[in-house]
């Protein structure tokens, strides 16, 4: 079972920036696609940013573009979330994933399919 270890988030004021980190360890990420996904109190999770398997494909929500960037490093098996100017909206807690053989927005749009998640990283926005 994959295993996945999120961290970075905290509490920033609005307009603050955060860098979200996601371990996959023991897991080779080359020729997977990868995928933020967000959870606020009261609502479902939702996709917020994923990258196809060669990263020639982003995806990010609508309310999250020009703010947020998705990238990683394959070699240290992780997936970083760059979120700038920060607004009280993105305020929920932080999950990472994998998947293959599908888009980034297709992955962005199914979050329903994923079984196995990690702990998450909590971002709050307020202030």
């Known amino acids: 079972q994959v295993r996945f270890v999120e961290s970075g988030g905290g509490s920033v004021q609005p307009g603050g920036s955060l860098r979200l980190s996601c371990v996959v360890p023991e897991f080779t990420l080359e020729n997977f696609a990868v995928g933020w996904f967000r959870q606020a109190p009261g609502k479902e999770r939702e996709g917020v940013s994923c990258?196809?398997?060669?990263?020639?494909?982003?995806f990010y929500k609508d309310s999250v573009k020009g703010r947020f960037t998705i990238s990683r490093d394959n070699a240290k098996s992780t997936v970083y979330l760059q979120m700038n100017n920060l607004q009280p909206e993105d305020t929920a807690t932080y999950y990472c994933?994998?998947?293959?053989?599908?888009?980034?927005?297709?992955?962005?749009?199914?979050?329903?399919?994923?079984?196995?998640w990690g702990q998450g990283t909590l971002v709050t926005v307020s202030s």
């Open positions: 990258s196809s398997d060669d990263d020639s494909t982003t």
């Open positions: 994933a994998v998947a293959n053989h599908i888009t980034p927005q297709a992955m962005c749009a199914s979050p329903r399919a994923f079984i196995s």
